[in-house]
């Protein structure tokens, strides 16, 4: 089997996988995402059953944090905004606090409040036409991240202002793909590896022993790749405004927002973050997006274990201090 070697490409549609004895593969469509859950282990039906029970769990937190399914917590609590505070589980209710803390880390630029804005900008790469500026404005007079009051001793959340909504859209990949990869262990699989739509986490090693190797995309090269990272229980997430976007007046809009402005950022193409935990890579890429170069690699380079690589808007790579980058 050592001749196998495999290859991992994240964000993308290209993915080379070898199969193997020991290895298990599933690519499905979950989130609206495209997944990928590989197992390595030497019982097939262990692996098979630990992809499933992966699958389930990745299953039942859409169903909790989605805010375009009526049932969930969460469109729950968006229903009550301005009204009374909701009751939740202790599961959103932990992540909902986890968020206000990033949102304290980067002084706002992260909000999942952002969804105030929600429907004013549809990111189905159509051409549409420059949203009303009245409507963006009363828009974000309601998105403020310290309008979400938690209770703990309650377990509630309540919404502040009227026509307030939260959305997990710049977190909830990677939080899937933590708990994932936690099911998986538990089940057994000592090294595997979950790709939540271009967020990706590894463990273990590859089947022949060596780290995994993941692939940086190259936002401007279709399947193309800037360079790739030796890791293992590491999380690398990809943040791209190449996948969702609008057209106005022939200019393309990447589905992450200030919140201040009510705008989609500009002056970034991608976000490469890495960590030991999907779900800050996940909400630390999109920060990073909304701050900007400067500001963007200030924070990571006062993270600890954080690493990050930026291509600006002139195709210019830009990356944090320790980042370990090969070539090929
Ligand atoms: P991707 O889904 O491509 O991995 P991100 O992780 O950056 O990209 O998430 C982008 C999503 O995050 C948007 O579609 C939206 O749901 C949400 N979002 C946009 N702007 C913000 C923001 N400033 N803070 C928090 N969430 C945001
Ligand atoms: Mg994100």
Redesign the pocket.
């Known amino acids: 089997m050592s001749k196998l070697l495999l290859f991992y490409f994240i964000v993308l549609s290209h993915i080379i996988i070898a199969q193997s004895n020991t290895t298990s593969t599933r690519v499905l469509s979950l989130m609206g995402s495209r997944f990928e859950l590989v197992a390595i282990a030497d019982v097939k039906s262990n692996r098979n059953k630990a992809i499933e029970a992966a699958i389930v769990e990745i299953e039942r937190i859409e169903n909790l944090i989605s805010s375009w399914k009526p049932d969930s917590e969460t469109s729950q609590i968006n229903a009550q905004a301005g009204i009374e505070p909701v009751r939740i589980s202790i599961e959103l209710f932990n992540l909902i606090e986890r968020t206000i803390k990033i949102s304290d880390l980067t002084d706002g630029?992260?909000?999942?409040s952002?969804n105030s804005l929600n429907p004013v900008w549809t990111?189905d790469g159509r051409e549409m036409e420059a949203p009303d500026s009245t409507l963006i404005m009363a828009s974000i007079g309601k998105i403020n991240y310290k309008n979400i009051l938690l209770d703990r001793h309650q377990q509630t959340v309540y919404l502040k202002e009227k026509g307030m909504k939260i959305?997990f859209?710049?977190i909830g990949?990677g939080y899937a793909a933590n708990m994932a990869k936690r099911v998986m262990v538990e089940r057994g699989i000592k090294s595997g590896l979950i790709n939540a739509?271009?967020?990706l986490i590894a463990w273990g090693n590859q089947e022949n022993g060596d780290p995994w190797k993941i692939g940086i995309a190259d936002p401007v090269k279709e399947k193309e790749y800037i360079a790739w990272l030796s890791v293992s229980d590491m999380s690398v997430v990809t943040?791209?405004n190449y996948?969702?976007f609008v057209i106005i007046e022939g200019k393309k809009y990447g589905?992450?927002?200030?919140?201040k402005t009510g705008y989609p950022v500009e002056g970034i193409q991608s976000v490469s973050l890495v960590s030991p935990d999907a779900e800050l890579s996940?909400a630390l890429?999109?920060s990073v997006?909304?701050l900007g170069v400067r500001k963007g690699l200030e924070l990571v380079n006062r993270l600890k274990n954080v690493e990050c690589l930026i291509v600006d808007d002139q195709n210019k790579i830009w990356t944090s201090d320790h980042l370990k980058l090969n070539y090929y």
């Open positions: 630029a992260f909000d999942i952002f990111f959305g859209g710049a990949k739509g271009g967020d943040s791209g996948e969702k589905h992450i927002i200030d919140p996940d890429a999109t997006f909304v």
